[in-house]
């Protein structure tokens, strides 16, 4: 059963729109949600993240939103380039966890010029 | 820079083959994790290390044995290799507790 869920599997966006990346989650101990991106061929890396303490994370075109009620989060990418076309992968980490991250299955963007 | 090297790049191997896969980590980091990825699936946590010599098990460690050597070194065996490892390995490292990671650029298994 996934811990860590993310919607929709894939997306098409043309350049300049706004994609929207959806993942939510069911333990309730979870407070830190990185996000990764992941370009073919290559390992994940760190894009932007939040801690469970804060309703919103920015950084440049990138936007976190996050719902600690709902046990939601959502990826905003404004302005979207085809730079942006990559694997996004949502991830959650527990105090209680060590530093053991549970990911999602990921949500391959597509940005057509 | 931080850096995380996996090896091989790419492995093909037959059914109950044994298969080593080696990651090094440069940036003096205690944890180091395996994960595969399978489309579908994301990425699963194999095992994990606090540091050398220390070995705890992850979400999905069945058919796999992995080694701290050292703090830089981490190795993951497949003593019998099957099809179901068919697999995209990555190994990430990270430096304290509620730190983030770095991944390595994988390694592509092929069991046959």
């Known amino acids: 059963q996934q811990q860590v869920r993310q919607s929709p599997q894939s997306l098409t966006v043309w350049e300049g729109e706004t994609a929207i990346l959806n993942c939510s989650y069911e333990?309730?101990?979870?407070?830190?949600f990185p996000w990764y991106q992941q370009f073919p061929g290559e390992g994940p890396a760190l894009l932007i993240s939040?801690?469970?303490?804060?309703d919103k994370k920015e950084d440049g075109r990138f936007t976190i939103f996050f719902n600690k009620r709902e046990k939601k989060l959502s990826l905003h990418i404004t302005d979207s380039q085809p730079g942006d076309s990559a694997t996004y992968f949502c991830?959650?980490?527990?105090?209680?966890?060590?530093?053991?991250?549970?990911f999602g299955i990921g949500t391959r963007v597509l940005v057509r010029p | 820079e931080a850096a995380v090297t996996q090896s091989p790049r790419n492995k093909v191997t037959v059914t109950g083959g044994n298969v080593t896969l080696s990651c090094r980590q440069t940036n003096s980091h205690n944890y180091m994790y395996w994960y595969r990825q399978d489309t579908g699936h994301g990425l699963r946590l194999i095992h994990y290390s606090y540091g050398a010599g220390n070995l705890q098990i992850g979400d999905v460690p069945d058919g796999y044995k992995a080694t701290r050597t050292t703090q830089e070194d981490f190795f993951l065996l497949l003593e019998l290799a099957s099809p179901s490892q068919t697999s995209l390995y990555f190994c990430?490292?990270?430096?304290?507790?509620?730190?983030?990671?770095?991944f390595g650029s994988g390694t592509r298994l092929l069991v046959i």
């Open positions: 991830a959650a980490r527990a105090n209680s966890a060590g530093n053991k991250l549970t």
């Open positions: 990430a490292s990270s430096g304290t507790i509620n730190s983030d990671y770095t």
């Open positions: 939040i801690s469970s303490v804060s």
């Open positions: 333990d309730s101990t979870f407070n830190y």
